[in-house]
């Protein structure tokens, strides 16, 4: 079966850029999105179709995809960005999740 | 905008079937732009997308739920449903419903969950 993999946690200090990688088989190949979640709420869509943004999603989040890695960049981190970060992608009619990093600002 | 709202039991028994239903307001499960899922998450794990429903009834499942999992949907009253058969303690978990787009699979609404505990 498919598999996406993400470092578990991470942490960035206020204002830097934070980087998280997902990686997966031909990844490039394929459609990634990103979503965050916060303690206690449901995930919130970051990033579709690799780049895209949904509207009211701010523009320091932004996203890539080749080869076998999606990374998912937010820049100029902020402390309300410190959540769970999850990638995924869809693998022969099956969407596949990745297993989450926790961010970590300070 | 359309919102989603899961509803059914907190508690079920070892052994029992799991039942859900997703109430979908503000957009039409009739809508062949989307498909219908249900995603649960253990309490401190990840996301596990448990399967999906097309408007013409077409469901896909995860191949490692795949024989205890039937996604149903019911027009008339605008709502998709989930049954588990033959649930253990591994079952427990946070249970999403969300909307996928039929063009690339991202999610782009969801539920706010339930949380299900399966104990005797």
């Known amino acids: 079966s498919y598999e996406l993999t993400q470092p578990p946690s991470m942490s960035v200090s206020p204002g830097q850029t934070a980087s998280i990688a997902c990686s997966g088989d031909?990844?490039?190949?394929?459609?990634a999105c990103w979503y965050q979640q916060r303690p206690g709420q449901s995930p919130v869509l970051l990033i579709y179709?690799?780049?895209k943004r949904p509207s009211g999603i701010p523009e320091r989040f932004s996203g890539s995809n080749s080869r076998n890695t999606a990374t998912l960049t937010i820049s100029g981190t902020q402390a309300m960005d410190e959540a769970d970060y999850f990638c995924?992608?869809?693998?022969?009619?099956?969407?596949?999740f990745g297993g989450g990093t926790k961010l970590t600002v300070l | 905008q359309v919102q989603l709202q899961e509803s059914g039991p907190g508690l079920v028994k070892p052994s029992q079937t799991l039942s859900l239903t997703c109430s979908v307001s503000?957009?039409?499960?009739?809508?062949?732009?989307?498909?219908w899922s249900w995603i649960r998450q253990p309490a401190g794990k990840g996301l596990e997308w448990i399967g999906r429903?097309?408007?013409?009834?077409?469901?896909n499942y995860n191949p490692s739920l795949k024989s205890r999992v039937t996604i149903s949907g019911d027009t008339s009253k605008n709502h998709f449903s989930l049954k588990v058969t033959s649930v253990t303690a591994a079952d427990t978990a946070v249970y999403y419903c969300?909307?996928?787009?039929?063009?690339?699979?991202?999610?782009?609404?969801w539920g706010q969950g339930t949380l299900v505990t399966v104990s005797s």
């Open positions: 969300a909307r996928g787009s039929s063009a690339s699979g991202w999610f782009d609404s």
């Open positions: 503000g957009g039409s499960i009739s809508s062949g732009s989307f498909y």
């Open positions: 429903m097309y408007s013409d009834g077409t469901t």
């Open positions: 031909k990844l490039g190949d394929k459609f």
């Open positions: 179709q690799d780049t």
């Open positions: 995924q992608a869809w693998d022969s009619s099956t969407v596949v």
